[in-house]
DNA sequence: CTTGGCACTCGGACGGCGAGAGTGCCAGCA
DNA sequence: TGCTGGCACTCTCGCCGTCCGAGTGCCAAG
C-alpha cells in the first residue's frame, strides 16, 4: 500500500470536502479525481488514513472529513500556495494606493483581506514598540497639562495628556518647552522606543532642575505608551461572511464572534506570528490555545516597513477552508501593505 | 371595549413575548398577568389589536407577536425607561472614570453598552466638525512632507500628511512654521473648524508671497479632513451577543453583520439622532431606512461634552428587546460619558 | 360589553418505513 | 503482497400518516 497514494486520497478528501461542505465517499472521489485505482482501494486507504487520525467519519453510512491533523499534514506536505493572477495583484495593489493616511491604509487593508479570502479578516496596528520614532511633539494644552504626540515611521500617531505640575502656557514655557523638545527628539529620533529607554532616563538629568519634573512627567508617558495592552490596536473585518460559511460550522459562530471581540486574543496571536520571522504561520482547529477559536482556524503573517516585521494580519475562518488561496491572499497583501507603509 | 384595556393588553403581550421569546395566546396571558377578564375578552381584545395591526398571528393556532407598530405604541405611550439603581449607576460611573485618553474612553464606553443591555453596542468617535479646535501643529517629516496634527477639545487627534513642494526641514523652514502655525492657531483656536472655515481661508493671503503655497497646502488639509466620510469613525461591540439573542431572529444576522459592517450607515442613523435633539430616539424594525436592519431596532441618543452634542451612541438589537430597560442604559452611559468627557 | 362554551384549524412531535450512500470484509487474481 | 469486484450490513435522512394540544372565532346568554 503506496504511502505516496495515500497522501494523493488526503489531498483528494481535503478539496472536496472544501468545496462541498459535505462528508466524502469512496465513489464521489473516483468520479472527480483520476486516481487510477479502485473504488475498494481507496476505501483501504481511507480506512488506513482514519488509523493514523488523518480522516474521521462523522458517522457509520458518510464519507469521511478531515481531522485537524489531515489538515495540517495538507497545509504542510499537499499544497502549494497558489499564485495570485497577475490581475489580481494590480487589483490589489491598485486598491491600496488610494489610502490617505495610516488608519485609512489599516482599513482599506483588512477591508480587502475580507473580500479576498471571503472570511474574518485581522489586522494589527503597527507596534509602538516595533516602530521607530519620527518625531516626539509637546503641546501644552492649558493650565499645567501637556500634550505628548508621538509619530512613528509607519505614521502611526499617539497621544497622551499629561499633568506636569507648572503652567507652560506662558512664553517662559515655550522656551522650556522647546529645550524639552529638542532632548527628547535627539534622544529618540530614527529608533524604537524600546531602544531609546536608556537615553530616555537620563534626559530628565541632563536638564536644569526646574525642569526635571517636568521631564520626568514626560518620560514616563512615553514609557507608559509601551505598555503591551494599551498600545496595541487590531482591526477585523468580514464577520459577516463566516455566516456565509455553510455546513454545521455556523452552529458555534457565538463562541467565535465572542472571541473575536477579545482584542487582547487575536493580538496574542498575531504576535507570536510577526515573531517567528517571514513565512506564513497557519493554525488550525484544536492547535489554537483559546476555546472560542478551536473551530477555526487562523493564517497569519507580518507585515512592516522595510525589513522589520511591525505588526501582524491574517485572516479567521472555520477549519474547512481553502488554505492554498487564503494563503496566498493573505501573503500578497501582507507584501502590498509593506511596500505602501515604506513610502 | 374599552380602549384602555386594549392597550393592557398590549403591553402584556409585548412584555411576555420579549421574556419568551414565543407567540402569547390568551390563556397564558391571563395567567400571567392580572387583567380581571375573562379569556374570551382578551380574545375579543386581541383580535381588535389584530385588526389595527399592532399585532400578528405567525399562523392560525398560534399566539400573537407584536408588529414593528406594536412596539411603537408600547415604547410611546406604554412603558416608562425604569431607572437605573442606584448600585448600577456607580459601576456605570466607576468603570469610565479610569478610561486614559479618548479612545480609551470611547472603547470602554462600548464594552459597557454592549454588557449593559446584552446588545450590540454602537459608539460614534466625537465627530471633528462638531468639535472646537484646540491645537493645530504642524510637523516636518522629511523632504517636502508636513504632517498636520489637529486637536480637538473632546481630546480627539486628527492627522494628515501634506506634501507642500517645499522642504522644510531647514533652520529657515523652522521660522517660516512657526509664522504658520501661530497664524492657524488664531484663526481655529476655541471654534470649530466649520465655523473657522472662512478665517482659515485667507490665512494664506496674509502671509509672504513664497509661503503661500505651503499654508494653501495645509489649509485644504484641514478643510479635507470635515469631509463627512472620512472625519467620522464608529466602534461596535458586541456583536457575538446577537447570536444569543435566540428565536427566529437568529436566522437573519446574517444581513445584520453585514449592515454593521458599513460604518456609514451606522453613522448616517447615528447622525440623525445626534441633530434631532436631546432625547432617546428609537427607531423599530421596518422604521429603518436600511434594508439588513429591517428586523433590528437601534435606540440612540447624542452625547457630548457640555451642553452640544457632539456624536452619537446607541444599541442595535432584535425588534423583541427590553425595551424598557435598553433606553435606560443607552441614556445612561450617554449622560456619563458626557460627563467624563466634560473634563 | 362580558363571559362560558364549543367546534374548528393547524403546526409540531412521534414513529415507522424505504431509499440511498457508504462501509468493511472476503475471496480471487496478478 | 497488493489490488479488485462483490456482497451483506448499517446508518442517516426524508417522507408520510397520525395524533395531540394550543389557540382561535363565534355565538348565545347574562
Do not use: C, W
Not at 3 to 17: F, S, T
Not at 90 to 112: M, N, Q, Y
Not at 235 to 245: I, K
Amino acid at each position: 500500500m503506496s504511502e505516496d497514494r495515500r497522501l494523493r486520497v488526503l489531498r483528494a478528501i481535503v478539496q472536496d470536502y472544501v468545496e462541498t461542505s459535505e462528508p466524502v465517499g469512496s465513489k464521489a472521489l473516483l468520479e472527480r479525481h483520476q486516481l487510477g485505482v479502485s473504488a475498494a482501494t481507496v476505501r483501504n486507504d481511507m480506512a488506513a488514513l482514519e488509523e493514523e487520525g488523518l480522516i474521521a467519519a462523522p458517522h457509520t453510512s458518510a464519507g469521511r472529513i478531515p481531522t485537524d491533523a489531515g489538515y495540517r499534514v495538507f497545509v504542510d506536505r499537499l499544497s502549494q500556495v497558489k499564485p495570485m493572477t497577475a490581475a489580481e495583484q494590480r487589483a490589489i495593489g491598485h486598491f491600496l494606493e488610494g489610502a490617505l493616511d495610516l488608519d485609512d491604509v489599516v482599513d482599506r487593508t483588512v477591508r480587502l483581506l475580507a473580500s479576498l479570502t471571503r472570511q474574518v479578516a485581522v489586522v494589527q496596528y503597527p507596534s509602538l514598540s516595533r516602530s521607530s520614532v519620527r518625531h516626539v511633539e509637546l503641546v501644552p494644552i492649558g493650565g499645567p497639562r501637556l500634550l505628548v504626540v508621538l509619530i512613528t515611521t509607519t505614521g502611526r500617531v499617539e497621544q497622551r495628556v499629561v499633568d506636569v505640575g507648572t503652567d507652560l502656557m506662558t512664553v517662559e514655557g515655550e522656551s522650556t518647552l522647546a529645550v524639552l523638545r529638542s532632548e527628547l527628539n535627539g534622544a529618540t529620533a530614527g529608533r524604537t522606543l524600546a531602544d531609546a529607554s536608556a537615553e530616555l532616563a537620563v534626559v530628565p538629568d541632563r536638564l536644569e532642575p526646574g525642569l526635571r519634573d517636568v521631564a520626568r512627567a514626560v518620560v514616563a508617558a512615553l514609557e507608559d505608551s509601551l505598555v503591551e495592552e494599551r498600545e496595541e490596536r487590531v482591526v477585523l473585518a468580514g464577520t459577516a461572511n463566516l455566516v456565509r460559511s455553510g455546513g454545521d460550522f455556523v452552529a458555534s459562530i457565538g463562541p467565535v464572534l465572542e472571541a473575536l471581540e477579545e482584542h487582547v486574543v487575536l493580538l496574542k496571536l498575531l504576535g507570536t506570528v510577526a515573531e517567528q520571522g517571514g513565512s506564513l504561520a497557519v493554525r488550525i482547529g484544536s492547535e489554537n490555545p483559546y476555546a472560542g477559536l478551536r473551530s477555526t482556524s487562523m493564517v497569519a503573517t507580518g507585515y512592516g516597513a522595510g525589513t522589520d516585521l511591525v505588526a501582524g494580519l491574517g485572516v479567521v475562518g472555520p477549519t474547512r477552508m481553502d488554505y492554498p488561496s487564503t494563503m496566498a491572499a493573505v501573503r500578497a497583501v501582507a507584501t502590498y501593505v509593506s511596500r505602501i507603509l515604506a513610502d
